[in-house]
C-alpha cells in the first residue's frame, strides 16, 4: 500500500470516494457532509489531496481547502474503504495531508470541525487544540458547505458558533502546537456528550 499526493490520474477513484463517503456517514449515523466527483477531482488536480492506494484498489482518501486567502487549511473527506480499516491507515493518511498541508500552506493555521472521536484523537496527537468556532475561518463559503449535513439546523440556530461538532486548530506559531500537546480521550467524549444533551434535547420539543 502506499499514500501519494493525488493528481489527475487519481480522477477514475473520484467516484469511489464519494460512494464510501456517504455510506460511511449513513452507517455511522454523524453529520459529513456530502462531496460531488467534480469537487474531488478539482481538489486531485490542484495538488490538494492525498489518496492510499493498494495496488490499483482504493484504500482511503483525504484533501485539502484553504480559507480566507490562505490564513486558514482545513483537512477534510478522510475516509477509509470499509475492508480496509482498523489497520491504522487513518492515521496515515491525517499524517500525510497534515505535513502536506503544512508544506504547501506554511503560515496557515489548520483546522479541522468534527464529530469522529477518532478524528479528535489523530488531530491532538499532531498538535492541535479544541476551540470555539469564533477562532476558525470567518469565510462563509467554508460554513456553506455544511449545508448538506444533518446537522446543519444547529450550526444555523446557533448563528454559527456551535454545533454538534467539535472545532479543533492548529496555530504554528503558537507554544501548544510547537510541544504538541495531547489531550485525552476522555476529554472529547465529555464535551461530545454535553453537545448532544443540549441539542438533542431541543430537537425534541
Not at 455511522?28 to 490499483?56: F, H, Q, W
Not at 487549511?73 to 503544512?102: C, M, T, W
Request: aromatic letters at 10%.
Amino acid at each position: 500500500m502506499e499514500i501519494v499526493i493525488a493528481n489527475n490520474s487519481h480522477r477514475v477513484y473520484a467516484e469511489t470516494i464519494c460512494e464510501t463517503i456517504l455510506q460511511a456517514a449513513q452507517v455511522r449515523g454523524t453529520g459529513i457532509a456530502k462531496r460531488k466527483p467534480a469537487y474531488v477531482i478539482s481538489k486531485m488536480e490542484k495538488g490538494n489531496a492525498v489518496i492510499a492506494l493498494d495496488g490499483e484498489k482504493f484504500v482511503g482518501f483525504c484533501y485539502i481547502e484553504a480559507w480566507s486567502h490562505g490564513k486558514f487549511v482545513a483537512n477534510s473527506g478522510l475516509i477509509v474503504h470499509p475492508d480496509y480499516r482498523g489497520k491504522g491507515i487513518a492515521k496515515q493518511i491525517k499524517k500525510k495531508i497534515f505535513e502536506h498541508s503544512r508544506t504547501k500552506f506554511p503560515n496557515a493555521k489548520v483546522f479541522s470541525i468534527t464529530t469522529g472521536l477518532a478524528v479528535m484523537k489523530l488531530n491532538s496527537e499532531l498538535g492541535y487544540k479544541p476551540v470555539t468556532f469564533s477562532e476558525l475561518t470567518e469565510d462563509q463559503s467554508f460554513w456553506n458547505g455544511c449545508q448538506t449535513c444533518k446537522n446543519f439546523d444547529v450550526l444555523k440556530r446557533t448563528n454559527q458558533k456551535m454545533c454538534l461538532c467539535t472545532g479543533m486548530l492548529y496555530d504554528p506559531n503558537s507554544n501548544e502546537a510547537k510541544q504538541k500537546t495531547k489531550v485525552k480521550e476522555k476529554v472529547f467524549k465529555r464535551l461530545k456528550s454535553i453537545k448532544q444533551t443540549l441539542f438533542l434535547k431541543k430537537d425534541k420539543k
